[in-house]
């Protein structure tokens, strides 16, 4: 089972930032990071991954700058900005916030005499 888009929609930014936290890093690299971690569940499209760059770094919170590979193409390289770590760490913070009441929400007991 897949992990359906609706459900991480709005948490894109975040994702790219945590993996950005602690290493510059380019956006095949990030998509397959992501890949891997969902366990192949999840992926992003190439317009939603180059979409939430260009407003992350309009916004401040990434930088990016072109590497200088001597083989193959060249990568457009993200970094995160001390803007970007405080918006990672907010948004966490009201992820896991969230994921309380969300928990509360649909817990319920399942008769299992049925």
């Known amino acids: 089972m897949s992990i359906t888009a609706d459900l991480i929609r709005g948490h894109t ?3 790219i930032l ?3 936290f602690n290493q510059e890093s380019y956006g095949y690299e990030i998509n397959k990071s992501i ?3 969902s366990g192949g569940k999840y992926e992003l499209k ?5 979409g939430a760059f260009r ?3 309009e916004s401040g919170s990434i930088t990016s700058y072109w590497g200088d ?7 457009r390289y993200y970094r995160i900005t001390e803007q970007g770590k405080r918006l990672f760490l907010d948004n966490r913070k009201e992820w896991k916030e969230a994921q309380v ?3 509360k929400l ?3 007991e399942v008769n299992n005499d049925e």
């Not at 190439?46 to 180059?50: G, I, K, P, Q």
């Not at 590979?69 to 990568?75: C, F, K, L, N, V």
């Open 13 to 15: 930014e975040t994702i």
């Open 46 to 50: 190439e317009a939603t991954l180059y």
């Open 101 to 103: 009441i969300i928990n």
């Open 69 to 75: 590979e001597t083989t193959g193409a060249r990568r």
């Open 18 to 20: 945590a993996h950005l």
């Open 106 to 108: 649909i817990q319920m």
């Open 35 to 37: 890949q891997e971690k």
């Open 55 to 57: 407003r992350l770094e």
